[in-house]
Nanobody
Framework: QVRLVESGGGLVQAGDSLKLSCAASGRGFSNYHLGWFRQTPEKEREFVAAISRYDGSTYASDSVKGRFSISRENDKNTVYLEMSNLRPADTAVYYC????????????????????WGQGTQVTVSA
């Protein structure tokens, strides 16, 4: 089992950058796929980015591709989401998640495939 704690959220202006971190406790961090999802009160939770446990392949939604980057440091039990050129539409609660299931490129972007979740961190982007 793994416990996830996000940090790094805050209030920024459009065009700014922000880096979220998600620290995991528990054993076997390298055995988990890791993902970032976000949610607003008006929308369902949506996929943002993910990184595979197999080979470190990364995936990003079309809305953030080229602006957001996911990475992991297995020796620090931490996954990051580096966000640049932020837009007001990126305002949301950001959640990190972990999965120890077998996931391919189709499944790794599905929130239902993740069995561990953090509590979320708020990111607010002002115009």
């Amino acid at each position: 089992q793994v416990r996830l704690v996000e940090s790094g959220g805050g209030l920024v202006q459009a065009g700014d950058s922000l880096k979220l971190s998600c620290a995991a406790s528990g054993r076997g961090f390298s055995n988990y796929h890791l993902g970032w999802f976000r949610q607003t009160p008006e929308k369902e939770r949506e996929f943002v980015a993910a990184i595979s446990r197999y080979d470190g392949s990364t995936y990003a939604s079309d809305s953030v591709k080229g602006r957001f980057s996911i990475s992991r440091e297995n020796d620090k039990n931490t996954v990051y989401l580096e966000m640049s050129n932020l837009r007001p539409a990126d305002t949301a609660v950001y959640y990190c998640a972990a999965s120890d299931l077998w996931l391919d490129a189709t499944r790794i972007i599905q929130d239902s495939k993740y069995n561990y979740w953090g509590q979320g961190t708020q990111v607010t982007v002002s115009a």
